[in-house]
Every structure is written in C-alpha cells, then in structure tokens.
C-alpha cells in the first residue's frame, strides 16, 4: 500500500500532517522504528524533508505526533475491550488479547522502546495520557478494586510482548500465548476477579 501524494496538489497543513503521520505509521509497521525518519517519511509522501520540518519542527516532533495517533488506535480498542467486559459480554481474556493486539499491530513497545532510548521523553506524553485516562475513568466508574495496579501490570507486560515476546516465550520453552494467560492471572489476582 503506497501512501504517496502527487507532488503537485496543495495540501492543507492537517493534510500534510495526517498524511505525514500515515506513512510514519505505515513505515513502522512495516520496517520498523529506525525505519521513520523524516526523510523516509518526506520521500513516501512525496514532500521534502523541509517541508517535514515545517509540519513536526524535528524528529522527535514527528515521533510524538505518530505516538499520539497511535495512542489513539490503542486506546479505543482497549476502552471497547474494558466497556464489552463491564456489561458482561467479555471475558478478562478478551480484554488482554485487546490490549496486547493492540500494541502488536501497532509496534507500540518498540516505539516506545526507541522514544525512551533517544530520550525524547515528552513524545511519550499521548500514550501515557491515555493509560491516565484509563486509570481515571476507572475511578469515575466508582471502581473499588485496584485497577490502577492492573493497568500499570497489563500495559508493561503488553510493552514487552510486544518488544520480544516471540524471544522471550521461545527461550523460556513457553508458547507465546502464555504471557497473556498469566495477564488474565494478574487481573483476577490483583482485581479479586473469580
């Protein structure tokens, strides 16, 4: 799937933006972190990496804006997740595999992996108001159980699986889907879950 725009047709500044951030997304499913620089991003939307500097002012400010969107994707497919599992028509499993699908289609450990590595901390900024937010309206919802416990254990374990989860299953003789059956373990023994 290409992403590249005719080099000709003006485009709005959210136009250039939102597209900028699609190929950025497209590259990091695709190859990987390393891969979403600015001038891969300029050359497969077809603008320059002047015009990229205008849009996101550096790097750091295009790896935020990807974050941001992809925090977005995240957060709406566990909000879903966690809704479907309160009215009872979704098991605590179906709520990991949301999560821990989620940060593996979106190559979220690695993203974030990579943001912390280069030490630009404020990109991490969209995807950690979304874990906030979470937590918060678990709170507003008037939930007695610690579920900020919880959130804080899924998220890490979905982080890592999502950064070698294949590695580290295989080295421990474990399939991968056994990380995920003890994420079903941390909510029902933090949570007080059956």
Known sequence: ????????????????????????????????????????????????????????????????????????????????????????????????????????????????GWIALTRQREALEPVIETIRTIVEDFRSAGDPRPMDRVTLGLVLMAIGDSLAGEEVAGASGLGREAVREDAVGLIKGIAGEG
Do not use: C, W, Y
């Not at 992403?3 to 699609?22: F, G, Y």
């Not at 991003?41 to 992809?70: M, Q, W």
């Not at 009872?88 to 690695?110: I, K, L, N, P, T």
């Open 1 to 112: 799937m290409s992403i590249a725009l005719q080099t000709r047709k003006r485009l709005s500044p959210e136009q250039s933006r939102a597209a900028a951030v699609a190929a950025a997304r497209q590259l990091l499913r695709d190859e990987g972190v390393a891969a979403v620089t600015l001038k891969s991003v300029a050359a497969k939307v077809g603008r320059t990496h002047a015009n990229l500097l205008h849009h996101f002012g550096s790097v750091a400010g295009l790896h935020r804006a990807l974050a941001e969107d992809i925090a977005h994707t995240v957060s709406a497919s566990i909000t879903d997740a966690i809704g479907k599992r309160r009215r009872g028509e979704a098991s605590a499993r179906d709520v990991v595999d949301a999560m821990f699908d989620a940060f593996d289609a979106e190559r979220v450990g690695e993203l974030i």
